[in-house]
């Protein structure tokens, strides 16, 4: 990754409200995705979030990543059917050096990525 688009990573994830509508920001391109969020304690900021994402993103079939300090939680986008094992994303998030404390399927809102793909 080039260090501007690291600045700008950094830069959107500092912003404030950056994770509090988290569902009228996800991409539209979600809609056939299977989505969990994972609780994961020990994030402080920004640069602890791109660990975790960067990490999670290299498992098979991961769509989208996005973590929320301020929350303490990650949402994964998997596609192609595929699911998430709580084993494997422990291991991912304790190699980026932090916890795994709970991981949860979470139901698309499909009428929210359509009225954003939509422009409305």
Not at 102 to 108: A, H, N, S, T, Y
Request: overall charge negative.
């Amino acid at each position: 990754m080039s260090i501007r688009r690291l600045a700008i990573a950094v830069t959107v994830l500092a912003s404030p409200g950056w994770g509090a509508a988290w569902a009228a920001d996800r991409p539209p391109g979600l809609e056939g995705s299977t989505l969990y969020r994972a609780e994961v304690t020990g994030m402080s900021c920004p640069f602890c979030a791109y660990g975790v994402e960067q990490r999670l993103q290299t498992m098979d079939h991961v769509e989208y990543v996005d973590a929320n300090v301020e929350a303490g939680w990650v949402l994964i986008g998997v596609g192609g059917g595929a699911t998430l094992g709580a084993e494997r994303v422990s291991k991912l998030v304790e190699e980026a050096g932090f916890r795994l404390e709970g991981m949860e399927q979470v139901p698309l809102e499909h009428e929210v990525l359509e009225n954003r793909a939509a422009g409305e």
